[in-house]
């Protein structure tokens, strides 16, 4: 792009920056004239107007100009006495015995990952829970807490994979904050997985997968790494054949049934993984954060080296990035609410740093459910075209009043098969993996469907933002799959307005209300 580089970067981001500033007097005075209902939304006030107008002009010129704020170099420890409310940790890369399925990229090196774990002073290491007086530092106690086991989240900000932090002071941390303080969670690990600066896809799944990873080795009874031999069952330890886990390699059964006895065998393992447990994890992310949560979830259950995480609150999760690449230029559909939200949708720079987030992948990489897991084009794979395309325009009021009873009846239906049709013809050594990245085809292992054995999942959408629709989408699969999920509507709500300092107090007290309730169900 013309304008991403010197001197015209900085020309043109300094013009936008002073008129968008001039913009301000003329907004205030312009809406403060006018009536009520030629506002963009009738109850937004002057402040949420005029803040929607200059982060969307803001917007536009990181876009434009390929400008990141709020970041941080991942590499880089950050110093404890820094930090006020949380503490900075290294995990280790991801145990090779774990590296499975489209994580295993030769590209991209599996690095120690840094987190920032919410509070600062651990609450297991000090003893008595918030809730309970035992001790936590002994496994056998927190069993004895009556089913009180600890709750924590694992927080993957949002920002589009090229902006934000983990650090406490980016304006995502007001998620895990809220979380912290209002003791819902234990902890929270925020954290500092690899932006598309520094590696490109799988590069952030990597380091999530990591953080999972040793918080389950943490939280077992009978630690992945440990070299006793007293469970050899649970996926992950020493002891393990590893060809008894490559189930993703061809044999002779017949497909139909190679499904089952996989699913079975997976279905065992993990459900022995998981009654070790001494934790239930819940994956968190806004925006583009809630993309990686979806890609992390199905990194998990496909590969079933790992118990599935308990829940997953997504708060206005990107999950179409294919959005960008349309099949035909003539069949782009722009995102809705356009004069609303303050997401801009200008094609040609968002396809630019979705190729960046792609890297050294295939272009058809984007249309892997690991990385648009509600494109039209994956649903129409999954369930059909009628399905898809009742799905495609979906707002939110239509999915409260008439769309979910319909989605649920679906689900007895019976399991709709997955084309197993490469989309690219990748060869006959790639045939092998139906996850491998080197065949990023629309499939799924073991015949699951999309989403079948996801877990209970929040979702939080504004009906005034640009993802209604792909959102939607998502959550109209997750129901024909059976997942149980809890929709917390933000009215008038932009995207992702959570993590914003300035709007409407009174809405995002209403909204933190219901993903709390939602979070105190699993206690
Ligand atoms: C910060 O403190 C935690 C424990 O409080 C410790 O585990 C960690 O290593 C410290 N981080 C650094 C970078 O010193
Ligand atoms: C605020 O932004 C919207 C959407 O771009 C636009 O329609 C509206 O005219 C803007 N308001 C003013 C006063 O310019």
Redesign the pocket.
């Known amino acids: 792009m013309p304008f991403a580089r010197q001197p015209l970067k900085a020309i043109y981001v300094a013009q936008r920056l002073i008129t968008t500033l001039l913009m301000i007097p003329f907004w205030v005075l312009y809406y403060a004239l006018l009536p009520r209902r030629y506002r963009p939304r009738p109850s937004w006030s002057l402040k949420q107007i005029v803040t929607v107008n200059f982060t969307r002009r803001i917007y536009k010129v990181t876009e434009v100009a390929g400008v990141t704020w709020g970041t941080r170099n991942p590499e880089a ?4 006495r820094t ?1 006020q409310e949380t ?4 995990i280790d890369p991801l145990p090779v015995e774990l590296c499975t399925g489209i994580i295993a990229d030769k590209h991209v090196p599996h690095k120690r990952v840094g987190v920032f ?1 919410w509070p ?3 609450p297991e290491a000090r003893g008595p829970s918030k809730s309970s007086d035992v001790a936590l530092n002994d496994p056998l106690d927190i069993e004895a807490a009556a089913g009180e086991v600890p709750l924590i989240g694992i927080f993957l900000h949002g920002g589009g994979y090229c902006h934000m932090s983990a650090h406490e002071k980016a304006g995502t941390s007001k998620i895990p904050r809220r979380l912290i303080r209002d003791n819902t969670l234990t902890k929270v690990y925020g954290v500092e997985y690899r932006l598309l600066q520094h590696a490109p896809f799988p590069a952030a799944v990597q380091d999530a997968a990591a953080v999972y990873a040793h918080i389950v080795r943490q939280h077992q009874r009978h630690p992945l790494d440990s070299t006793s031999d007293t469970d050899p069952q649970i996926p992950g330890t020493k002891s393990e054949d590893p060809t008894e886990w490559d189930f993703l390699s061809p044999n002779d059964i017949p497909e139909a049934m190679r499904h089952d006895e996989e699913n079975t065998k997976i279905k065992k393992h993990v459900t022995q993984a998981a009654q070790t447990m001494q934790c239930k994890i819940i994956l968190i992310g806004d925006s583009a954060g809630g993309n990686l949560v979806l890609a992390l979830a199905r990194w998990i259950r496909d590969e079933g080296v790992l118990p599935l995480p308990d829940g997953l609150l997504l708060l206005s999760p990107s999950c179409d990035p294919s959005h960008a690449f349309p099949e035909a230029p003539s069949s782009y559909i722009p995102r809705p609410h356009a004069s609303t939200d303050y997401l801009v949708d200008t094609p040609e720079p968002r396809a630019l740093l979705q190729r960046t987030f792609l890297g050294h992948n295939s272009i058809e990489t984007m249309h892997s459910p690991y990385v648009s897991p509600a494109s039209g084009r994956v649903l129409r794979a999954f369930y059909g075209d009628a399905f898809a395309e009742s799905v495609q325009f979906l707002t939110i009021r239509q999915m409260d009043t008439i769309a979910r009873e319909n989605l649920r009846t679906m689900v007895s239906a019976p399991a709709t098969p997955v084309p197993m049709t490469p989309m690219v013809d990748a060869g006959p050594e790639l045939e092998r993996s139906p996850t491998s990245l080197a065949r990023p085809i629309i499939a799924s292992p073991r015949g699951l469907s999309l989403f079948s054995d996801f877990p209970k999942t929040c979702v939080v959408l504004g009906d005034a933002e640009r993802l209604e629709r792909e959102v939607m989408r998502l959550v109209g699969a997750m129901e024909r799959d059976g997942v149980s999920v809890r929709t917390v509507w933000v009215e008038d709500g932009v995207h992702d307005v959570l993590q914003m300092g300035w709007w409407d107090k009174v809405v995002i007290n209403k909204v933190w209300e219901g993903i709390e309730g939602w979070l105190r169900d699993f206690n």
């Open positions: 420890a950050c110093d404890n930090l503490r900075f940790e290294w774990v600062k002073h651990d």
